[in-house]
Each structure stands twice: as C-alpha cells, then as structure tokens.
C-alpha cells in the first residue's frame, strides 16, 4: 500500500523568509502524481502544487515550487518570500493516474511570525 | 463556475444517534469521493463514485455508513449509529473523468465538521 509521511508536524518561518516542508512517499508504481494541498481554518483544501512522476523538472507555482526526489521518495515544499496568508495546515499527497483518491500525509501545522 | 457544496457545515450529536451529510459536486464532474479527516490527520478515502456506481468503498465501516448518489450527481452520507471516535470532518471532493495516464484535479468541499458526545 501507498503511504505518504510528514515528519514535521509544525514549522515556523519569519514573514518574508523562506520555509522548506518535508514528504516522503513509498510506493512500488512508476506512474504517479505527488501534490501539496493547503488547508487554512476554513478547512477548504486548496490545490499548491502538482508534480508528474514521470517529469524530472522540477514544478513551481510563484513563491511555491518542490524538490522532487524520485529515486529517495522525497518530496518537499519550499515557499519563498513567506506571506501571513501562508499560515495553515499543508497536505503533502500521492495518487496514480485516472481516477484514483489520493493518499494523504498527517500534515504540517505552518506559522507565519510577522 | 461554483464549487463543491456541502450541508451542513457543523453537527453535534448524541453517541448512538444518526446523521446524514449532503454534497452536490462541480456540474460534469462524473468522480465524487467522501474522505474522513480525524483531528490531527490527513484525510483518509470512504467511498468514490463514478456517476452513480461505487468504484471503491473498502474503507467505508459498512455496519454504520452508508451512502448514495443518485442519478450520479448529489451524494449522500450517513452514519448510524454514530460512535465517539465518528468526531471529524468529513471531505467532498469531486473531479472529471480521467482515462489513461491523464490526471485531473480534485475540488474540495468545505467539510462538514461532526461532534459525537
């Protein structure tokens, strides 16, 4: 079975500055999807960042982008420029292709410090 | 184009008592999920629909849930008889039919958060 760990369970970062968030995966497939979800207090799970197995470059969505291990199943966030609007709970969180739910990891409890 | 509804937003009730939530996906959207997210934890997968067929419900705790979605547009969920540890929010999500390799994003729900006394 496919499991998705976030050992992190909490982090801070100043405004402004620069935070990297921890995942690893295990999984046997070869065709995957990995994404970050964020869900601030309203619990609205909001779409970060996707990235395909199969693409070796690395996603980035403005302040948001990942590093992208394959062969060490690490998969992490780096958020630049830290807003206090960054301030929630980040999902790290795997599925194959079609129409598979996603594995979800336990989270990572993020504090913005003005 | 609107979202993922969910009713109601919050519930608390009575161990032993039921409950039913209801979900009305993003129009088209032919995959609908329910996931269970316990306070401190990632969601985790009920049961998936595609259009009115259940596709996966080997989580589902079939002695006390049950769901449904007819006509293979709203759905429903419910719980009888709640337990203590049935306390959590409960995820709607719904995408577009994906075939092959092609992945298609997954639209939340606000949740409905469940307290069981």
């Known amino acids: 079975a496919q499991t998705v760990t976030q050992s992190q369970p909490e982090m801070s970062v100043q405004e402004a500055e620069t935070v990297t968030l921890s995942c690893t995966y295990d999984t046997s497939e070869s065709d995957y999807y990995l994404f970050w979800y964020k869900q601030p207090p309203s619990r609205q799970m909001i779409l970060v960042i996707r990235q395909e197995a199969y693409k070796q470059q690395n996603a980035t969505e403005n302040r948001f982008s990942v590093n992208f291990q394959k062969a060490a199943k690490s998969f992490s966030l780096k958020i630049s420029d830290s807003q206090l609007g960054d301030a929630a709970m980040y999902f790290c969180?795997?599925?194959?292709?079609?129409?598979?739910?996603?594995?979800f990891g336990k989270g990572t409890r993020l504090s913005v410090i003005a | 184009e609107a979202g993922v509804a969910q009713s109601p937003r919050y519930k608390i009730i009575e161990k032993r008592q039921s409950v039913a939530f209801w979900c009305n996906p993003i129009s088209g959207h032919a995959t609908l999920y329910w996931y269970q997210q316990i306070l401190g934890q990632g969601p985790k997968l009920l049961i998936q629909?595609?259009?009115?067929?259940?596709?996966?419900d080997s989580q589902l705790p079939k002695d006390r849930f049950s769901a449904e979605r007819l006509k293979g547009v709203d759905s429903t969920l419910k719980i009888q008889p709640a337990k203590l540890e049935d306390s959590a929010v409960y995820l709607c999500?719904?995408?577009?039919?994906?075939?092959?390799?092609?992945?298609?994003?997954?639209?939340f729900g606000p949740g409905t958060r469940l307290t069981v006394l």
């Open positions: 969180a795997y599925r194959t292709s079609g129409n598979t739910p996603l594995v």
């Open positions: 999500a719904s995408s577009n039919l994906a075939s092959g390799r092609l992945v298609n994003e997954q639209f």
């Open positions: 629909f595609q259009n009115n067929g259940v596709v996966d």
